[in-house]
């Protein structure tokens, strides 16, 4: 036995021989450890089985917990269901009693021997080891009773043991499937050669859908060593579980489409969009698209794992697309979408307006706008030619399918302005623009106060932000404003009018991104119009993941934070463990989601900070507490 690591220390054959119970229970006891239970921390690992065969009891030690008999007979219960039935109400005043009884039935009927006297179990100062020997002997017809269950569950899968079946995660995919049907999406393409990928999302999935933990690292689960106690501990978790609230029914509000090709394609070339349904429960994911004239079109959908979906499709006729998107048969948020399939450029669909297509003044910025949203798939291009000069252009699509052009003449003088879609020109370029010296009377309007005029400063979503505007030099005429908003939708300004011909411009800000508020006098634009206004939206922000949830040392933190209309601003993240900060790992995702890891190494409590500038997202600070996990060691 030395040879095998259990030691002999302090006994002797003749105490064995003379019937030591004490001594014999720890060397029984020693052989369980080494060889059955394989666990450095045997009592730890016992108290966790122990825990999730008999939840209801309440066990938090091997000694008084088991003192009144009730654990007891929930354990043989539990073995032999409906024996004891009403364990939990047994009289403590009747401890030897209700021992004896437990102990008679388990001799009985499991032929499991009574290691220990009633009375000594029902004694407060009853040897641990005692207990634990006695209590293990039990696993046996546990593990064959998890194992009947197992197959009633996944019958059409060959289930022989708690080990090595268990290994490559197949068995685990369709258990998870089995008891939360429809979390599985691709259940059919489960298969042996994709182990590591299995075994990670079924841990993930049993956690979002059943409640059941992960008590096992993945490349636990995956080993050959891995021990009967501690698959049994997790596997018995199944038989408790339950639908977790949001899986029971899936929730398609909770899934996000996003993507050009939800709006927008091209005649023949992949248009591809995401759906992200990682937090919206138990469901399947349709997609269903129809082209102009009715007919079908079969999109190409990918299971990248743990929620996310990669959608393409390839337009076959020019026209609007239904695109209908649907989880647990419900229409995810926004569904059903058009999109439309541009066809070739078509210069006489371009609309153009502004008074920059027509009127200029040196050293001022001139505008004009391009709707295109017709005009088939092309780029905007534009150029001025003065006499001496020819300023640049600049172009920017505001909106989808709108541009806005913006120059600035450097001398008077009449000037062409040349207007091209996919390099033809639009109907009515070239342009002549007249380039004045005289001032309008916009150009004597003052902006005398108020935060729209701090450019660089981020303001908060919901906030009014203001602009004081004095027009008394300018004569009479009429003040006008309008802002074009984070989604290029027209966003109203309020106009106070105050003494002395001055008044406060105020824009209610609701979503995060920029704004651009054009300010005129008499149609024309003041100085430094238009004014851009830039504004965060911290709620707009959600952090979703296991690395956000309570979890073992070792385990990986892994979490998302989407940012897609938290409009501009600055992400920050800062997980501070028992032993100060953690570093935490970061990269950008697809559509503004910023993937986010840490690596807990020690056991307590760990907060996570997740900012969007300076102000805590919807849920944060989020606590997690990170346990030690009892380390599997080979027999």
Not at 240 to 260: D, F, M, P, W
Request: aromatic content about 8%.
């Amino acid at each position: 036995m030395s040879s095998e690591g259990i030691s002999l220390t302090a006994m002797s054959n003749e105490e064995i021989m003379g019937g030591n119970v004490k001594l014999i229970l720890g060397l029984v006891w020693m052989l369980i450890q080494k060889y059955h239970i394989q666990a450095e921390d045997a009592r730890r690992a016992m108290l966790d089985w122990i825990q999730v065969v008999i939840p209801e009891a309440n066990i938090k030690n091997f000694t008084t917990d088991w003192n009144n008999g009730r654990a007891l007979s929930a354990l043989v219960d539990k073995c032999i269901p409906g024996t004891l039935p009403d364990w939990n109400i047994l009289d403590e005043s009747s401890a030897v009693e209700n021992i004896t009884n437990a102990m008679q039935i388990a001799e009985e009927d499991l032929s499991i021997p009574a290691l220990l006297a009633p009375d000594d179990m029902a004694n407060p100062e009853v040897d641990e080891l005692s207990i634990m020997t006695y209590i293990s002997c039990f696993n046996s017809q546990l593990f064959n009773n998890l194992l009947f269950w197992l197959r009633a569950k996944v019958p059409h899968r060959s289930i022989e043991n708690l080990t090595l079946d268990w290994n490559n995660g197949v068995n685990l995919a369709f258990l998870v499937e089995a008891l939360a049907p429809g979390c599985w999406s691709d259940i059919d393409s489960v298969s042996p050669d994709t182990a590591e990928n299995n075994v990670r999302t079924g841990l993930k999935l049993a956690y979002d859908a059943l409640g059941v933990s992960p008590r096992m690292r993945v490349e636990e689960f995956m080993s050959h060593e891995v021990t009967e106690l501690a698959m049994a501990t997790y596997m018995w978790q199944f038989r408790n579980g339950k639908i977790t609230a949001g899986y029971a029914e899936g929730n398609a509000q909770r899934c996000i489409a996003s993507g050009l090709g939800l709006t927008r394609g091209t005649l023949g070339e992949p248009a591809n969009f995401t759906v992200h349904a990682g937090n919206a429960g138990v469901g399947k994911l349709h997609v269903k698209i129809s082209n102009p004239g009715s007919e079908p079109i079969f999109p190409l959908v990918e299971d990248l794992g743990l929620g996310e979906y990669s959608v393409s499709y390839v337009p076959n006729q020019y026209g609007d697309y239904v695109i209908s998107v649907t989880w647990a048969e419900q229409h995810v948020s926004g569904s059903p979408f058009k999109a439309v399939v541009l066809g070739p450029p078509d210069v006489t669909k371009c609309i153009l307006s502004g008074e920059g297509l027509h009127v200029a003044r040196p050293g001022w910025p001139s505008e004009f706008l391009v709707n295109a949203q017709t005009a088939g798939v092309g780029h905007l291009t534009a150029n001025i030619q003065g006499a001496n000069s020819n300023p640049s252009v600049e172009i920017e699509e505001y909106a989808e399918g709108k541009f806005r052009g913006t120059y600035v003449a450097k001398e008077s003088g009449d000037h062409d302005l040349f207007v091209y879609w996919s390099n033809e020109p639009v109907p009515g370029s070239p342009f002549l623009v007249h380039v004045e010296e005289a001032l309008p009377p916009s150009a004597l309007i003052k902006t005398t106060g108020g935060r729209m005029l701090q450019s660089e400063m981020v303001h908060r979503a919901g906030e009014s932000i203001e602009l004081d505007v004095d027009t008394q030099d300018a004569g009479d005429g009429q003040l006008a404003a309008v802002a074009i908003g984070p989604k290029g939708d027209a966003v109203p300004v309020e106009i106070i009018a105050n003494r002395n011909k001055t008044f406060t411009l105020k824009l209610l800000t609701s979503r995060g991104g920029r704004y651009l508020v054009n300010v005129y006098f008499n149609a024309s634009h003041i100085p430094n119009s238009p004014f851009k206004v830039r504004v965060c939206n911290p709620e707009a922000i959600w952090a979703e993941g296991p690395g956000l949830m309570d979890s073992y040392v070792g385990d990986q933190g892994d979490f998302q934070v989407f940012t897609r209309d938290a409009g501009h601003g600055t992400l920050s993240v800062r997980v501070n463990g028992p032993k100060d900060k953690f570093r935490v790992d970061m990269w950008k995702g697809a559509d503004r989601t910023v993937n986010c890891r840490y690596n807990p190494e020690v056991a307590g409590k760990y907060t996570i900070n997740i900012k969007w500038e300076d102000q805590h997202v919807k849920g944060s600070p989020y606590t997690v507490q990170v346990r030690k996990r009892p380390d599997i060691v080979s027999g």
